[in-house]
């Protein structure tokens, strides 16, 4: 890339992390968070292409953050490996929707999605489910599997931080 060019894309990921970051407030999300769950839980004949036009745009709006990776640190100080801090603003992000309990709503749209199909929820449903993906950013898809251990008295556990 040209000089210049390189220096508007580093700009651009830069307003993105910020933009990220500014959603990572609680009482933001649950701004956006009620108005969604109104045009979710509306019946579908009752739905204008307003509520349509509500769920297609945070569907896409949460997912292109999602989507925004953290500024890797190299040479940490305090002793945080880069991958770590490049994790910290999306885990503080996934809190955030968690707790607004905008992450239970998209879930529960694809619950309602499923029941009928037609073109509109079959995108809402590749949407939803294309947050999986981006919910556990560059983690290792092997180190999500949950494998059972045993702990010293020979309990076996799920997980070793569970308990038996």
């Given at each position: 890339f040209?000089?210049?060019?390189?220096?508007?894309?580093?700009g651009?990921e830069?307003r993105?992390?910020?933009?990220?970051?500014?959603f990572?407030?609680?009482?933001?999300?649950a701004?956006?968070?009620?108005?969604?769950?109104?045009?979710?839980?509306?019946?579908?004949?009752e739905?204008?292409?307003?509520?349509a036009t509500?769920?297609d745009?945070?569907?896409?709006?949460?997912?292109?953050?999602?989507?925004?990776?953290?500024?890797v640190?190299?040479?940490?100080?305090?002793?945080?490996?880069?991958n770590?801090h490049?994790?910290h603003?999306?885990?503080?992000?996934?809190?955030?929707?968690?707790?607004?309990?905008?992450?239970e709503?998209?879930?529960?749209?694809?619950?309602?999605?499923?029941?009928?199909v037609?073109?509109?929820?079959?995108?809402?449903?590749?949407?939803a489910?294309?947050?999986?993906?981006f919910?556990?950013?560059?983690?290792?898809?092997?180190?999500?599997?949950?494998?059972?251990?045993s702990n010293?008295?020979?309990q076996?556990?799920?997980?070793?931080?569970?308990?038996a």
């Open positions: 040209k000089k210049e060019h390189k220096a508007n894309i580093v651009q830069q993105a992390r910020h933009i990220k970051a500014c990572c407030d609680k009482s933001l999300l701004v956006l968070c009620a108005f969604f769950q109104r045009a979710i839980l509306l019946p579908v004949s739905r204008t292409k307003r509520d509500i769920i745009l945070t569907l896409i709006f949460i997912s292109n953050l999602l989507r925004v990776r953290d500024e640190s190299f040479g940490s100080s305090a002793g945080i490996s880069s770590q490049m994790q603003l999306h885990i503080e992000f996934v809190s955030a929707l968690d707790e607004s309990k905008l992450l709503s998209i879930f529960y749209l694809t619950k309602l999605t499923t029941t009928k037609n073109k509109q929820n079959q995108i809402w449903n590749l949407q489910v294309g947050f999986l993906r919910l556990f950013g560059d983690d290792d898809p092997l180190l999500l599997v949950i494998q059972p251990t010293a008295n020979g076996t556990l799920l997980h070793p931080a569970l308990p």
